[in-house]
């Protein structure tokens, strides 16, 4: 099924069922129940599906990424965090930053966690996903070279789009995953290039941390990253999951 949450009058959430929604009673994580109304899915405002207390993101997931970059295949997932406040629905604008002069795209399929996971077996793990959503890792790459290490420049307000809506019927062990850049393909893969397999990266992360129903994990990106510019439409699609679009608009700074 297909889960949405969207703004009309409120914030809602709800199903989708050939092309309407099925409007839930409460967040359908916490158990939300279909109240009997029905709206058109064309006429509603999409929000992020979710409003996760963290992200937990893996870099370099993808052997043919790794293989492009000439790096190394890492032993065991990397990881580092966005915060919340990065989160972007479908439709709306990436913020390019005035302090950054290179803001790079990076599809990548993100999990949705759906009950508390702590210590949690690989053969566990699938028990623990409610189900996957489209995600953009956009990151300043100059400022993280400048950095020496990731935070500031995947964190800004904007950074990442997530959406349109979570899939809970789809096999994540063979996706396409495809970016467009103003129509023109820049990303192509398949999952099942992934150098950790979802079920051991949600494992590893409990072995880490308690992921919380809601905490999202983006898989890692493919190969073909490249700078996004102002006035750029962005679409990621992900086989048997949708297309998340956005665009690339002015963002400000103040700090110094």
Avoid at 50 to 63: A, D, E, M, T
Avoid at 136 to 163: E, H, I
Avoid at 199 to 210: G, H, K, L
Wanted: proline content about 5%; charged content about 20%.
């Amino acid at each position: 099924m297909r889960y949405v949450r969207f703004w009309k009058d409120k914030i809602q959430w709800g199903i989708i069922n050939e092309g309407l929604v099925k409007v839930l009673d409460g967040d359908f994580l916490q158990g939300g129940q279909a109240t009997g109304e029905e709206l058109a899915l064309e006429d509603l405002k999409l929000l992020a599906p979710v409003q996760p207390g963290k992200i937990v993101c893996v870099g370099l997931n993808y052997i043919d990424h790794a293989t492009e970059m000439n790096l190394a295949v890492p032993e065991e997932p990397i990881l580092f965090l966005k915060p919340p406040s990065a989160i972007l629905q479908h439709n709306g604008t990436i913020e390019y930053p005035s302090i950054s002069s290179r803001v790079d795209f990076e599809a990548e399929l993100a999990i949705v966690i759906g009950k508390q996971a702590r210590l949690i077996s690989e053969d566990q793990a699938a028990e623990y996903i409610f189900g996957y959503t489209c995600a953009n890792d956009v990151t300043a790459r100059d400022l993280q070279q400048r950095d020496g290490q990731w935070s500031r420049a995947k964190s800004f307000d904007t950074f990442l789009p997530l959406g349109p809506w979570i899939e809970t019927a789809v096999n994540p062990g063979g996706l396409e995953v495809e970016l467009r850049l103003n129509g023109e393909i820049k990303q192509k893969s398949n999952t099942r290039n992934f150098i950790f397999p979802v079920n051991y990266m949600v494992s590893f992360i409990s072995q880490v941390m308690t992921l919380e129903p809601g905490d999202v994990i983006i898989t890692g990106t493919p190969p073909g990253v490249g700078a996004m510019e102002q006035g750029d439409e962005v679409v990621i699609w992900i086989q048997g999951i949708g297309e998340l679009k956005n665009f690339v608009g002015k963002g400000s700074f103040n700090g110094k």
